[in-house]
Antibody, heavy 118, light 109 residues
Framework: EVQVVESGGGLAQPGGSLRLSCAAS????????MKWVRQAPGKGLEWLSH????????YYADSVKGRFTISRDNAKNSLYLQMNSLRAEDSAVYYC???????????WGKGATVTVSS | EIVLTQSPGTLSLSPGERATLSCRAS???????LAWYQQKPGQAPRLLIY???SRATGIPDRFSGSGSGTDFTLTISRLEPEDFAVYYC??????????FGQGTKVEIK
């Protein structure tokens, strides 16, 4: 079964850090670009970051640039998002998504909830 | 920045009816880079349509996409109970590189 599963969500204090992981299975991970997308409670979808299959191309949304770092380990079929300097407005469900073609998102995980609060 | 505006915000229809959802871009985008997703409460989004009109794997043929330039449409020919959900359009190529519309909720009338 083709799937991605996020983990690592939880409660963090403002200014704190969290690291999200995404485990992929059922497809050739090293052939897919990957993205992180988030959804604040009751809101729409916001793209955060993209990493190409070989990690050679990385993009960030302005809202997280300089604070979040995307990375992947193709040997472990895993994607990561290191989140630093967290703010209350970063509270959201964070989705990992796989892209066969970089311009859309084929496979989505169920999401990991991040809450930033003191 | 390319802004995608979806209309209507909410569509109230009965099962069996036709749903027509609109996505308007603030500037021309290539059809290749326009996708539609469905999201049910508490679930992740699911890819329905890519390249403006190509159905993703496993998507029933009652879902169809069309459009070009700045105006794109998702049509559900006959609503099934499982189709009541929120639908998002998404584009690639602007700044930020990937953006979503604000969503259209299709609810049971």
């Amino acid at each position: 079964e083709v799937q991605v599963v996020e983990s690592g969500g939880g409660l963090a204090q403002p200014g704190g850090s969290l690291r999200l992981s995404c485990a992929a299975s059922g497809f050739t991970f090293n052939s897919y670009d990957m993205k992180w997308v988030r959804q604040a409670p009751g809101k729409g979808l916001e793209w955060l970051s993209h990493i190409s299959s070989s990690s050679s191309i990385i993009y960030y949304a302005d809202s997280v640039k300089g604070r979040f770092t995307i990375s992947r380990d193709n040997a472990k079929n895993s994607l990561y998002l290191q989140m630093n300097s967290l703010r209350a407005e970063d509270s959201a469900v964070y989705y990992c998504a796989a892209s066969k073609q970089y311009y859309y998102m084929d496979v989505w995980g169920k999401g990991a909830t991040v809450t930033v609060s003191s | 920045e390319i802004v995608l505006t979806q209309s209507p915000g909410t569509l109230s229809l009965s099962p069996g009816e036709r749903a027509t959802l609109s996505c308007r871009a603030s500037q021309n985008i290539s059809s290749t880079y326009l996708a539609w997703y469905q999201q049910k409460p508490g679930q992740a989004p699911r890819l329905l349509i890519y390249g403006a009109s190509s159905r993703a794997t496993g998507i029933p043929d009652r879902f169809s996409g069309s459009g070009s330039g700045t105006d794109f449409t998702l049509t559900i020919s006959r609503l099934e109970p499982e189709d009541f959900a929120v639908y998002y359009c998404q584009q690639c190529g602007g700044s930020p590189l990937w953006t979503f519309g604000q969503g259209t909720k299709v609810e049971i009338k």
